[in-house]
C-alpha cells in the first residue's frame, strides 16, 4: 500500500521570508513523489518530481523539494515566498509498480504581504 | 495553456438529466484519468484509462460512466446524480501510469446537481 500525509492544513509565511510545506510518505517500494499547486478555480499544476538521483529536486516558480529517504519526507520549500505563490499545494506518491498516484489532503498556503 | 482541455467549465444540472463532461488532450499521452474533488475531502481517483482500456474503477457508483473511445479523448456521462455529486471533476492524462511519469491536469469542470 502506499499513502502520503501532509500534517499541516494551512501554512502561513510572511513575504520574502522561506517557506516549508511538509510531506511524509509510505510505501514499500521506491518512491516516486509529485509536488502539485491549484490556484483558486483552476486545475491542478504540477511543480516538480522525484524519481532518483539527487536528493535536492528543483521545479518550477523557484520551489524546491528535498527527499529525505531516512524520514521518508518530501518538504516543499522556497526561499522566499511571494504573495502570488498563496495557493493550496498537494503532495503525492506512487510506489513502484503501482498506477495509482496517491495525493495528500493539501496543504493551504498564506503569503502575506 | 493546459495540454488538457475539459468542456464545459461549469454545469448545473437537475437530478433527473443525462449530461457529459468532455476532455481532450493534446500532449501524445496514453492514459487518461477522471478525479473527483469535493470541498474538505481528498482528491479522490475515479477512473484510470491506459492504452483505451479501463484499468482502475474505484467504486465509483453506476451513475458516473465513463467512456474512452481513443487515447485523446475522454467522456464522463453523467445521469440521475446526487446534490452530493456536486463538485468539481478533473480530468488529466500521462504517459503510462506507473513510475515517475508525470500527470498533468485540465483547468476542471465544476458540476452542481440541484
Known amino acids: 500500500a502506499q499513502s502520503v500525509a501532509q500534517p499541516e492544513d494551512q501554512v502561513n509565511v510572511a513575504e520574502g521570508n522561506p517557506l516549508t510545506v511538509k510531506c511524509t510518505y509510505s510505501?514499500?517500494?521506491?518512491?516516486?513523489l509529485f509536488w502539485y499547486v491549484q490556484y483558486p478555480n483552476r486545475g491542478l499544476q504540477f511543480l516538480l518530481k522525484?524519481?532518483?538521483?539527487?536528493?535536492l529536486v528543483k521545479g518550477s516558480y523557484g520551489f524546491e523539494a528535498e527527499f529525505n529517504k531516512s524520514q521518508t519526507s518530501f518538504h516543499l520549500k522556497k526561499p522566499s515566498a511571494l504573495v502570488s505563490d498563496s495557493a493550496l499545494y498537494f503532495c503525492?506518491?506512487?510506489?513502484?509498480?503501482?498506477?495509482?498516484?496517491?495525493f495528500g489532503k493539501g496543504t493551504m498556503l498564506l503569503v502575506s504581504p | 495553456e493546459t495540454g488538457v482541455t475539459q468542456t464545459p467549465r461549469h454545469l448545473v444540472m437537475g437530478m433527473t438529466n443525462k449530461k457529459s463532461l468532455k476532455c481532450e488532450q493534446h500532449?501524445?499521452?496514453?492514459?487518461m484519468y477522471w478525479y473527483k474533488q469535493s470541498a474538505k475531502k481528498p482528491l479522490e481517483l475515479m477512473f484510470v484509462?491506459?492504452?483505451?482500456?479501463?484499468?482502475e474503477n474505484n467504486s465509483v457508483p453506476s451513475r458516473f460512466s465513463p467512456e474512452c473511445p481513443n487515447s485523446s479523448h475522454l467522456f464522463l456521462h453523467l445521469h440521475t446524480l446526487q446534490p452530493e455529486d456536486s463538485a468539481l471533476y478533473l480530468c488529466?492524462?500521462?504517459?503510462?501510469?506507473?513510475?515517475?511519469?508525470?500527470?498533468?491536469f485540465g483547468e476542471g469542470s465544476w458540476l452542481t446537481v440541484v
Open positions: 510505501v514499500s517500494g521506491n518512491p516516486y
Open positions: 488529466a492524462s500521462s504517459q503510462a501510469p506507473t513510475g515517475g511519469n508525470t500527470i498533468y
Open positions: 484509462y491506459s492504452l483505451e482500456e479501463r484499468v
Open positions: 503525492a506518491v506512487r510506489d513502484s509498480g503501482y498506477s495509482t498516484l496517491t
Open positions: 522525484y524519481i532518483t538521483g539527487d536528493n
Open positions: 500532449l501524445g499521452h496514453n492514459a
